[in-house]
């Protein structure tokens, strides 16, 4: 029998705070997990605008996150845990270059649209949602079909840091690149690291009952419908999501069951940094912590 791995970090939704990313180092220094999940929106705000990180001198990506990473790396030796990431909403897809030039420098692995495998698993890394009220549109496409909820921005409306072809922008969904990614590939012991949750679980709550926009109501679930069909259909071990900061706070649920598939969230609306201890021999018994940080 295979011996059970020390469990993974799984973390999302850090939005280029340093003090979050510092704890996240100290913790992996301590704990020693076999690898670090990142599942997006990892990046400042201001960023794409040339605004400086809080905190942080020099470039965000490359002084901060690679030196951090690659020190980590240095510290734990052999030891030192696998980092794979995918970006989300909120980070423009203009940055892939400098992600590409840290993971040829060995700091990580940026796994969107990529199959990899940890420990004998498959592992799928995805980082498209469906249509936000927000305008960055990089990362967001039509989810099952060119419907777009009220108040939200569709992607033939919003603007890209990286031209996309038009009728990529007008035909893409979430269903047929996800399609594409996973195949026929047997999913049971396969694990999704997704910005997007599944549509209408207890992770995907935007705190919108009874909001209106136009006199039309708001479905306060905002994960995706083509997420949840892949689960429902294929029945993957695990599932690791963030994007929706407060659906944990509002529902009291990080993690669920659909069928055989356990999903996770580790998006947090608060200050302190969100870990979820996942071991992917028993995904179930996951734990999660919300560490303080400094500042």
């Not at 999302?12 to 670090?36: E, F, K, N, Q, T």
């Amino acid at each position: 029998m295979r011996a059970p791995m020390f469990p993974c970090l799984f973390v999302s939704d850090l939005h280029g705070v340093a003090a979050r990313y510092r704890a996240l180092w100290d913790l992996a220094r301590r704990a020693r997990p076999r690898a670090i999940l990142l599942g997006g929106d990892l990046l400042p705000g201001g960023l794409l605008y040339g605004a400086p990180a809080p905190e942080v001198e020099g470039d965000f990506i490359e002084d901060f996150l690679e030196q951090g990473f690659l020190g980590l790396a240095a510290d734990l030796g052999a030891a030192a845990p696998e980092v794979l990431l995918v970006l989300g909403n909120d980070d423009p897809a203009v940055t892939l270059p400098a992600f590409a030039r840290g993971e040829a420098r060995g700091a990580w692995r940026q796994i969107h649209g990529r199959r990899v495998a940890l420990e004998g698993h498959p592992l799928f890394g995805y980082a498209c949602v469906p249509p936000t009220p927000f305008v960055l549109k990089d990362w967001e496409r039509y989810d099952v079909s060119r419907f777009v909820d009220p108040g939200c921005v569709s992607p033939e409306e919003g603007w890209r840091s990286v031209p996309m072809p038009e009728h990529q922008v007008r035909f893409q969904t979430i269903q047929r690149e996800l399609d594409e990614l996973v195949g026929e590939e047997d999913l049971r012991a396969a694990v999704l690291l997704c910005h997007s949750p599944p549509y209408h679980t207890g992770l995907d709550d935007a705190g919108l009952a009874g909001k209106l926009v136009d006199h039309a109501p708001l479905d306060t679930c905002v994960g995706s419908i083509a997420l949840r069909r892949l689960i429902e259909a294929r029945q993957p071990l695990l599932t690791l999501h963030g994007h929706v900061h407060g659906s944990a706070r509002r529902t009291g649920i990080w993690k669920e069951r659909l069928g055989e598939t356990v999903m996770i969230t580790a998006a947090h609306d608060g200050p302190e940094l969100c870990v979820v201890r996942v071991d992917l021999d028993d995904p179930w018994a996951a734990t999660r912590e919300l560490v303080p940080v400094a500042g």
